[in-house]
């Protein structure tokens, strides 16, 4: 499965961006997705996570209300809607896909990792 982030960019305090995910697999509707995200010098943290039929997310305490993840089994794309965005969201974003729905906060249980796009959040 290859995984290609995309809608990074350079916004403003309190702007909103939708950040898009793409699959090239037969079986999307077989993977759980999530996102996170890693600024510098810091650790690869869990933003947001979907099951495989969109019926259940988990979200990080420090995105919960403002982002919004949602999936198109159709299209086989994932995406995070951002919104009221601080300058603590800035980092580059990636995406990732899990075989199971086990722990999904956990970058660990992810099989398949997207390159990345970045989030810069400007004051």
């Known amino acids: 499965v290859q995984l290609q982030a995309s809608g990074g960019g350079l916004v403003q305090v309190g702007d909103s961006l939708k950040l898009s995910c793409a699959a090239s697999?037969?079986?999307?509707?077989?993977?759980?997705l999530g996102w996170f995200r890693q600024s510098p010098g810091k650790d690869r943290l869990f933003v947001a996570a979907i099951n495989w039929s969109g019926d259940k997310t988990w979200y990080a305490d420090a995105v919960r209300g403002r982002f919004t993840i949602s999936r198109e089994n159709a299209k086989n794309a994932v995406y995070l809607q951002m919104n009221s965005l601080k300058s603590e969201d800035t980092a580059v974003y990636y995406c990732a896909a899990q075989t199971s729905d086990y722990a999904p906060w956990s970058e660990n249980e992810y099989d398949y990792w997207g390159q990345g796009t970045q989030v810069t959040v400007s004051s």
């Open positions: 697999t037969r079986t999307f509707g077989n993977y759980g």
